[in-house]
């Protein structure tokens, strides 16, 4: 097992992570993915109408504060047309512009809508500006911010000019400006191109094996096993964010509609093979505390808790990654939890999500709960996944902490070898220096009998 470990970890070290690397270290994926974790905030903070509502669920004259998530949630999409052209601004140098560049952004994204003439003035629709648009506002950021980019690095003025800089900002902005409206007014007004049908279109392979079982276990399965060898999941966001929360605001939408909601992928699908974090570690940490293993132990005592909040990095990196006798389970629970959650919502044995409820610090099944508009059966189902986590990883650990607390029995006892050793050369050293001090005290005084006898005699 430990020689079907290191060639699978040399493989994937060797052909995979080198790729992921790239990936990751590549201008424009960092600098989305940074853009996505902007907005997680507003993301939070439509959980508070969606815990009002399922309250309201019961008390039906209480007020509806549908809108303050309309005006967070629903308009991410809009903030990620602002946030990615500002950071390439700043990643520029160019801090100058970066507020200006973020502000382009929005009205390039907010022309690509394709706004149309009505009596009262110009109509907008309002799913664009969420994250039903966000593969939209990733395109449009990513243009205007190369235009910025260019822009960055070329300037009307010189270094020696004597006009104050924030004069020299406005000049040398309007051709970025320009030349971002200016090209998306003829692809919309022009050339009548639909930006957000046509990125949907391009997307749509992607999308669609989103909200598969394949495409769920594939996400699942890949973000799992790199976490595994060390790259955390959070490496993966820019792109499963968008399918996750994109099938969210088509579910809230259809609910508001007077449909049925149709995405399983939508938001928080996570929470029932995420349990305690990603890899499903609170069971783990739960059977921690009773290892026979010191060290275990004592880092369930420590994880435990934590890990009910779903903060398990210190779990994760002290006893998972790398570790030969867990792969398995990584594998299997990476598969069986999300396609039986995948099951349980596809045959309507609980809800699907319908309610934004972004409060992912607090435990799966309160989360759980609420994203579902308050079914109990979304809570069982959660239960049922916890239940089978701890299956998978039990047989598993048992053998790990096994092979654990014998190696900390073979290295207290060479511990406890070395000591003894080094006590008992401290006391020969000890009885040799007596010796040789008793020694030295007998052969003094023969010598001074010996030499007092000479002088008598010689008398």
Known sequence: MSNVMTRVQGGIEKHVVPVINKLTANYWFGIVANAVLYIVPFTMVSAIPSLFNVVRNFIPVLPDLTALNTYSFGLVGMFIAFIIPHSVCIKEDDKGRALIAGFTGVGTFMLCMNPQAVDEGVAFEMWKFGSSGMFAAMVVGIFVGAIYKFAAHHSFFGEDSVIPDFVKNWFDSIIPILLSLAIAYLLTFLAKIDVFTVIALLLSPVTNFGQSLPGVVFIALVMDVFYFFGVSGWAFISVTLPI??????????????????????????????MIGGELNTLPLAFMMLFSKSKKNRTLGKATFVPSLFNINEPLVFSTIVNNPYLFIPVILQAIILPANAYLWLQFDWASLHTQMFAMNFLPNAVSAYFLSNGDIRNVVLVAVNLILAAIIWYPFFKVFDKHAAEEEEKSEAELKAKREAKRAAREAKKAAKLEASGN???????????????????E
């Open 440 to 458: 030295v005290g007998g052969d003094t005084e023969n010598a001074m009998t010996s030499e007092g006898f000479s002088v008598k005699t010689g």
């Open 244 to 273: 996750t929360q994109g099938g969210m605001a088509e579910n809230m939408a259809a609910v508001a509609a007077g449909a049925t909601p149709t995405n399983i992928n939508a938001y928080g699908l996570s929470r029932y093979y």
